[in-house]
Protein backbone atom coordinates (compact mmCIF):
# COMPACT_ATOMS: atom_id res chain seq x y z
CA UNK A 1 0.00 0.00 0.00
CA UNK A 2 0.73 3.57 -0.37
CA UNK A 3 3.72 5.26 2.32
CA UNK A 4 5.17 7.97 3.83
CA UNK A 5 8.40 8.84 5.49
CA UNK A 6 9.34 11.90 7.06
CA UNK A 7 11.71 13.29 9.39
CA UNK A 8 11.88 11.91 12.73
CA UNK A 9 11.22 14.66 15.31
CA UNK A 10 11.94 16.56 17.67
CA UNK A 11 13.93 18.99 15.52
CA UNK A 12 15.12 21.84 17.49
CA UNK A 13 16.35 25.33 15.62
CA UNK A 14 17.38 28.40 16.36
CA UNK A 15 14.87 31.72 15.10
CA UNK A 16 15.41 32.57 12.05
CA UNK A 17 17.14 29.63 10.61
CA UNK A 18 16.08 27.52 7.73
CA UNK A 19 13.96 24.94 8.53
CA UNK A 20 13.46 21.62 6.13
CA UNK A 21 11.32 17.94 6.93
CA UNK A 22 11.79 16.01 4.81
CA UNK A 23 9.23 13.77 3.11
CA UNK A 24 9.10 10.86 0.49
CA UNK A 25 6.56 8.92 -0.36
CA UNK A 26 5.53 5.52 -2.28
CA UNK A 27 2.35 5.10 -4.24
CA UNK A 28 1.51 3.49 -7.76
CA UNK A 29 0.49 6.44 -9.48
CA UNK A 30 0.54 10.06 -8.19
CA UNK A 31 -1.23 11.22 -5.54
CA UNK A 32 -2.32 14.63 -3.81
CA UNK A 33 0.53 15.50 -1.88
CA UNK A 34 -0.24 17.72 1.43
CA UNK A 35 1.36 19.31 4.16
CA UNK A 36 -0.87 19.60 7.64
CA UNK A 37 0.08 21.56 10.96
CA UNK A 38 -0.88 20.56 14.73
CA UNK A 39 -0.55 22.54 17.41
CA UNK A 40 -1.07 22.08 20.95
CA UNK A 41 -4.69 20.73 22.21
CA UNK A 42 -5.89 21.33 18.15
CA UNK A 43 -6.53 19.13 15.32
CA UNK A 44 -4.44 19.10 12.37
CA UNK A 45 -4.69 21.74 9.98
CA UNK A 46 -3.75 21.87 6.09
CA UNK A 47 -1.11 24.17 5.66
CA UNK A 48 -1.10 24.01 1.56
CA UNK A 49 -1.97 21.04 -0.75
CA UNK A 50 0.02 20.13 -4.30
CA UNK A 51 -2.18 17.77 -6.70
CA UNK A 52 0.09 18.06 -9.61
CA UNK A 53 3.55 16.75 -10.18
CA UNK A 54 6.69 19.39 -10.11
CA UNK A 55 4.47 22.28 -8.74
CA UNK A 56 4.97 23.94 -6.00
CA UNK A 57 2.60 24.54 -2.53
CA UNK A 58 2.93 27.51 -0.42
CA UNK A 59 1.71 29.30 2.76
CA UNK A 60 2.91 31.24 5.80
CA UNK A 61 6.61 30.85 4.37
CA UNK A 62 6.17 27.39 3.84
CA UNK A 63 6.76 25.49 0.39
CA UNK A 64 7.12 22.75 -1.02
CA UNK A 65 8.15 21.49 -4.68
CA UNK A 66 5.95 17.97 -5.20
CA UNK A 67 9.01 16.41 -7.23
CA UNK A 68 7.67 12.98 -9.38
CA UNK A 69 11.32 11.70 -10.32
CA UNK A 70 12.19 11.71 -6.46
CA UNK A 71 8.94 11.29 -4.97
CA UNK A 72 9.84 13.70 -2.52
CA UNK A 73 7.52 16.64 -1.19
CA UNK A 74 10.20 18.38 1.46
CA UNK A 75 8.87 21.07 3.64
CA UNK A 76 11.14 24.54 4.03
CA UNK A 77 11.18 27.99 5.53
CA UNK A 78 13.78 30.30 5.09
CA UNK A 79 13.27 31.68 8.47
CA UNK A 80 11.95 29.58 11.37
CA UNK A 81 10.16 31.69 14.14
CA UNK A 82 8.46 30.63 17.54
CA UNK A 83 4.95 30.46 16.29
CA UNK A 84 6.21 27.56 13.81
CA UNK A 85 6.35 25.38 16.90
CA UNK A 86 4.40 22.73 16.00
CA UNK A 87 3.80 19.22 14.40
CA UNK A 88 4.15 18.85 11.05
CA UNK A 89 2.57 15.90 8.75
CA UNK A 90 2.84 14.80 5.43
CA UNK A 91 -0.01 13.76 3.85
CA UNK A 92 -0.52 11.94 0.53
CA UNK A 93 -3.89 10.91 -1.12
CA UNK A 94 -4.34 8.49 -3.81
CA UNK A 95 -7.89 7.50 -4.97
CA UNK A 96 -6.33 5.25 -7.92
CA UNK A 97 -4.90 2.71 -5.49
CA UNK A 98 -6.45 3.55 -1.93
CA UNK A 99 -9.68 4.94 -0.76
CA UNK A 100 -11.42 7.74 -2.81
CA UNK A 101 -11.02 9.61 0.29
CA UNK A 102 -8.52 8.53 2.71
CA UNK A 103 -5.71 10.27 4.04
CA UNK A 104 -2.03 8.66 4.55
CA UNK A 105 -0.25 10.55 7.19
CA UNK A 106 3.52 10.70 7.76
CA UNK A 107 4.47 10.06 11.49
CA UNK A 108 4.62 13.68 12.10
CA UNK A 109 7.90 15.96 13.04
CA UNK A 110 7.38 18.19 16.00
CA UNK A 111 9.45 21.43 15.59
CA UNK A 112 11.08 23.44 18.14
CA UNK A 113 12.58 26.68 17.52
CA UNK A 114 14.48 28.51 20.22
CA UNK A 115 16.18 31.77 21.08
CA UNK A 116 18.85 31.89 19.17
CA UNK B 1 -11.69 29.14 10.13
CA UNK B 2 -14.93 26.40 10.03
CA UNK B 3 -14.11 24.33 13.26
CA UNK B 4 -14.81 20.64 13.87
CA UNK B 5 -15.20 19.57 17.77
CA UNK B 6 -14.85 16.58 19.72
CA UNK B 7 -16.53 15.06 22.84
CA UNK B 8 -14.84 14.24 25.19
CA UNK B 9 -11.57 15.43 24.73
CA UNK B 10 -10.29 12.24 26.87
CA UNK B 11 -12.07 8.74 27.72
CA UNK B 12 -11.21 6.03 30.12
CA UNK B 13 -12.96 3.16 29.99
CA UNK B 14 -12.36 -0.75 31.40
CA UNK B 15 -11.70 -3.21 28.90
CA UNK B 16 -15.12 -4.65 27.48
CA UNK B 17 -17.37 -1.72 28.08
CA UNK B 18 -19.16 -0.05 25.03
CA UNK B 19 -17.42 3.49 24.57
CA UNK B 20 -18.91 6.57 21.83
CA UNK B 21 -17.26 9.22 20.29
CA UNK B 22 -18.89 12.48 19.37
CA UNK B 23 -18.06 14.70 16.27
CA UNK B 24 -19.54 17.91 15.65
CA UNK B 25 -18.43 18.41 12.02
CA UNK B 26 -18.39 21.70 10.24
CA UNK B 27 -21.76 22.86 9.46
CA UNK B 28 -22.29 22.23 5.54
CA UNK B 29 -19.90 19.47 5.32
CA UNK B 30 -21.09 16.58 3.46
CA UNK B 31 -18.40 14.05 4.21
CA UNK B 32 -17.48 12.56 7.82
CA UNK B 33 -14.31 10.41 8.77
CA UNK B 34 -12.78 9.06 11.73
CA UNK B 35 -8.86 8.59 11.97
CA UNK B 36 -6.76 6.68 14.19
CA UNK B 37 -3.36 7.19 15.54
CA UNK B 38 -1.50 5.13 18.49
CA UNK B 39 0.95 6.98 20.55
CA UNK B 40 3.98 7.39 18.36
CA UNK B 41 2.79 5.81 15.21
CA UNK B 42 1.32 7.59 12.13
CA UNK B 43 -2.12 8.78 12.10
CA UNK B 44 -4.25 6.09 10.13
CA UNK B 45 -7.74 6.08 8.32
CA UNK B 46 -10.50 3.79 9.51
CA UNK B 47 -13.54 5.01 7.74
CA UNK B 48 -15.95 7.70 5.64
CA UNK B 49 -19.46 8.31 5.74
CA UNK B 50 -21.75 10.20 3.26
CA UNK B 51 -25.50 10.29 3.02
CA UNK B 52 -26.11 8.12 6.29
CA UNK B 53 -23.62 4.83 5.10
CA UNK B 54 -20.22 3.75 5.58
CA UNK B 55 -18.81 5.16 1.94
CA UNK B 56 -15.01 3.48 2.71
CA UNK B 57 -13.24 1.85 5.45
CA UNK B 58 -9.72 0.38 5.85
CA UNK B 59 -9.04 -3.06 7.77
CA UNK B 60 -8.48 -0.89 11.38
CA UNK B 61 -12.52 -0.50 11.13
CA UNK B 62 -13.04 -3.88 13.25
CA UNK B 63 -16.52 -5.49 13.77
CA UNK B 64 -16.91 -4.09 16.79
CA UNK B 65 -17.17 -0.05 15.26
CA UNK B 66 -20.09 1.33 14.60
CA UNK B 67 -20.65 4.92 12.86
CA UNK B 68 -23.98 7.25 12.61
CA UNK B 69 -25.18 10.50 12.18
CA UNK B 70 -28.30 10.62 13.04
CA UNK B 71 -30.39 14.10 11.56
CA UNK B 72 -28.80 16.99 13.02
CA UNK B 73 -26.64 15.40 15.53
CA UNK B 74 -23.43 14.60 16.29
CA UNK B 75 -21.67 12.20 13.71
CA UNK B 76 -20.59 8.91 16.13
CA UNK B 77 -18.02 6.20 16.57
CA UNK B 78 -18.95 3.44 19.11
CA UNK B 79 -16.87 0.89 19.68
CA UNK B 80 -18.52 -1.86 21.32
CA UNK B 81 -17.11 -4.33 23.05
CA UNK B 82 -13.71 -2.13 23.50
CA UNK B 83 -10.22 -4.05 23.92
CA UNK B 84 -6.83 -2.46 25.22
CA UNK B 85 -5.53 -2.18 21.77
CA UNK B 86 -8.14 0.01 21.15
CA UNK B 87 -6.53 2.96 23.27
CA UNK B 88 -5.67 5.50 20.72
CA UNK B 89 -6.64 8.78 19.58
CA UNK B 90 -9.69 9.35 17.43
CA UNK B 91 -9.65 12.05 15.40
CA UNK B 92 -12.93 13.25 13.28
CA UNK B 93 -12.75 15.13 9.92
CA UNK B 94 -15.27 16.43 8.05
CA UNK B 95 -15.33 17.57 4.11
CA UNK B 96 -17.36 19.29 1.83
CA UNK B 97 -16.60 16.84 -0.77
CA UNK B 98 -14.23 14.37 -2.09
CA UNK B 99 -11.32 14.61 -4.76
CA UNK B 100 -8.57 16.21 -2.47
CA UNK B 101 -10.63 18.65 -0.83
CA UNK B 102 -9.63 20.08 2.06
CA UNK B 103 -10.42 18.04 5.34
CA UNK B 104 -10.93 19.78 8.74
CA UNK B 105 -9.52 17.68 11.84
CA UNK B 106 -11.28 18.07 14.86
CA UNK B 107 -8.79 18.17 18.49
CA UNK B 108 -9.40 14.55 18.83
CA UNK B 109 -10.48 12.17 22.01
CA UNK B 110 -7.85 10.06 23.50
CA UNK B 111 -9.32 6.92 24.13
CA UNK B 112 -7.95 4.72 27.18
CA UNK B 113 -8.90 1.36 27.61
CA UNK B 114 -7.97 -0.27 30.90
Known amino acids: GDSVTQTEGPVTLSEGTSLTVNCSYE??????LFWYVQYPGEGPQLLFK?????EKGSNRGFEATYNKEATSFHLQKASVQESDSAVYYCALSDPQTGFASALTFGSGTKVIPCLP | GPKVLQIPSHQIIDMGQMVTLNCDPV?????FYWYKQILGQQMEFLVN????????KSKLFKDQFSVERPDGSYFTLKIQPTALEDSAVYFC????????????FGPGTRLTVL
Open chain 2, 93 to 104: ASSLGLGGLEQY
Open chain 2, 27 to 31: SNHLY
Open chain 2, 49 to 56: FYNGKVME
Open chain 1, 50 to 54: VPKAN
Open chain 1, 27 to 32: TKQYPT
